[in-house]
């Protein structure tokens, strides 16, 4: 059965719908226990939050870590167009995967230190 985000994916050419495909599996690997949801009209997973968001493009995979995932890594994304908030990777280079997973990673734990400090008040 198809759910929003093969819905979402399915919209797009088939090297992007690659692309797509690829960044959901990073990030399902990454996050085995997020739930995969539409936000923004993008695919995105929550865990305690929202870790992390993806859209596609004409030319890029846009990857929305929020601007706490976008702080931590920013030196890493040199050879990319990336803002407080995103990241593109053009769709004719591979994705960064093991890079992809660490943000992904981070973002678990962001948003875990941040809904256990809300328990504490």
Avoid: C
Wanted: no cysteine; charged share 30%; proline share 5%.
């Amino acid at each position: 059965m198809k759910n929003l985000v093969d819905f979402y994916i399915s919209e797009f050419s088939l090297d992007t719908r690659l692309k797509l495909e690829e960044i959901r599996q990073i990030i399902k690997k990454a996050a085995p226990n997020a739930q995969e949801i539409i936000s923004y009209k993008m695919p995105a997973y929550k865990q305690n939050g929202i870790l992390v968001y993806f859209a596609g493009y004409k030319n890029h995979i846009g990857f929305y870590p929020t601007s706490r995932g976008i702080e931590k890594f920013k030196n890493e994304f040199i050879k990319y167009k990336w803002s407080k908030g995103a990241v593109q990777f053009p769709l004719n280079e591979p994705l960064p995967k093991q890079l992809i997973s660490r943000i992904v990673r981070a973002r678990i734990t962001d948003e875990k230190i941040k809904a256990e400090s809300k328990m504490k008040k």
